[in-house]
């Protein structure tokens, strides 16, 4: 799925390349090799109330407000193409989110961790008619932070130094379950039928 997106595996594999390719995930321009986070961090992350006082979990708050895209209105009883309306009292929903999450952890086609700026990752899993879900990787280098500098001195640039990032080693300090997301846009034609 979403094959356009993929790059091809570089033919000598790190061992972290290695491991993150073994562990199912694509590579695409954005993708850092870190492993991600195990299944129960992303139930916890799932679970965890947004704040303190929030009656609900993340994952059921985000349901909520996710439901109303993509054409659906629980206001006017239109359905949405794969979500379930979350309806009923407030514990009632964290099950349906949570229903919702197990579905999507058992259905895994597409996982990715990617790099959207300094220190921030995405970890984002879809499911084969692209649905899914992002959590919210806080990482931190592994690494002498002088590197990039020393690569940019030696002259690194473009793909040179996308693949350095890309190659760069990480650890996860906090996940954070940060929404579901839908089919990608223009891209419908790369799902199976």
Request: aromatic content about 8%; glycine content about 6%; charged content about 25%.
């Amino acid at each position: 799925m979403y094959r356009s997106l993929q790059l091809p595996w570089p033919p000598n594999l790190t061992p972290a390349e290695s491991r993150y390719r073994e562990a199912g995930c694509v590579n695409t321009k954005g993708t850092i090799y870190l492993l991600p986070p195990s299944i129960d961090t992303l139930e916890e992350a799932f679970k965890a109330p947004p704040r303190a006082r929030s009656e609900m979990t993340s994952g059921a708050i985000a349901l909520c407000k996710h439901f109303e895209r993509g054409g659906a209105s629980s206001e006017h009883g239109r359905p949405h193409p794969y979500w379930t309306l979350p309806v009923g009292s407030n514990q009632k929903k964290d099950e349906i989110a949570a229903s919702i999450l197990q579905t999507m952890l058992a259905t895994i086609t597409w996982q990715n961790v990617m790099l959207l700026h300094r220190n921030v990752a995405v970890y984002e899993i879809r499911n084969k008619l692209g649905y899914g879900m992002r959590w919210t990787l806080e990482i931190e280098r592994n690494e002498d932070p002088g590197t990039e500098q020393a690569d940019l001195a030696e002259g690194k640039e473009g793909v040179d130094l996308v693949l350095e990032e890309k190659r760069r080693s990480y650890k996860i300090n906090k996940t954070t379950f940060r929404g579901f997301v839908e089919p990608m846009l223009n891209l419908n034609h790369e799902l199976p039928n």
